[in-house]
């Protein structure tokens, strides 16, 4: 096996090729792309519109240390088949499921939903240093079809001790349409901190 030496002026910064992307040196597009930040701060809403369906075959939004206005609410997402106008408020299915620190059981679910609760109802917390992270993500939007909502999620209970929870979500509204807009919302009051909106090549 031959052998070639490395030539030390290589290990020179003043003559060594600068850092350059992987993409830059590849010329392929990233298949995981931010499409969108919202900071709520004062609205019971935080929607988002930058669906881009033709492009992307799921999306995915980052929760970070979203807060309730009023303790005691719920977070739940609602979608859109008209690019944000209007978004649906029944004819939801979910199931969320996940445990406290204190050992019980967080569970939730409903056939029938004015939208996907992500955490289970009327017991997310939004006292001093309560919050919730996570993710949820959303597949195959532009398909006429029941789309399905999936997610995992780890955030402060209204409880008296302040007990952490996990939880995954699925859900999924019951229409055969395709999903152009996102909106998520506290059940009462309104939501701060910051999403994320993330395209899927």
Not at 77 to 105: C, F, I, M, P, Q
Not at 182 to 193: C, D, H, K, P, R
């Amino acid at each position: 096996m031959s052998q070639t030496k490395l030539d030390p002026r290589l290990l020179d910064t003043a003559v060594a090729l600068p850092a350059m992307s992987g993409a830059a040196l590849t010329g392929l597009a990233s298949d995981f792309v931010l499409l969108a930040t919202n900071t709520p701060s004062t609205a019971s809403t935080s929607d988002f519109t930058a669906f881009d369906n033709s492009t992307y075959s799921s999306y995915i939004f980052h929760f970070l240390n979203i807060k309730p206005g009023t303790n005691g609410s719920a977070f739940m997402l609602r979608t859109s088949t008209d690019g944000g106008s209007s978004y649906d408020t029944s004819g939801y299915k979910y199931v969320h499921h996940g445990y406290n620190t204190a050992g019980n059981e967080e569970r939730d679910y409903s056939e029938s939903a004015a939208g996907v609760y992500i955490t289970s109802a009327n017991n997310w917390g939004g006292a001093s240093n309560e919050s919730l992270s996570g993710e949820v993500k959303l597949f195959n939007a532009s398909a006429s079809e029941y789309t399905k909502i999936t997610g995992t999620v780890s955030y402060d209970d209204d409880q008296a001790g302040l007990y952490l929870c996990n939880a995954s979500i699925t859900g999924e509204r019951s229409s055969a349409a395709d999903v152009d807009a996102v909106q998520f919302l506290s059940t009462s009051g309104t939501v701060t901190g910051t999403i994320k909106m993330y395209g899927v090549k």
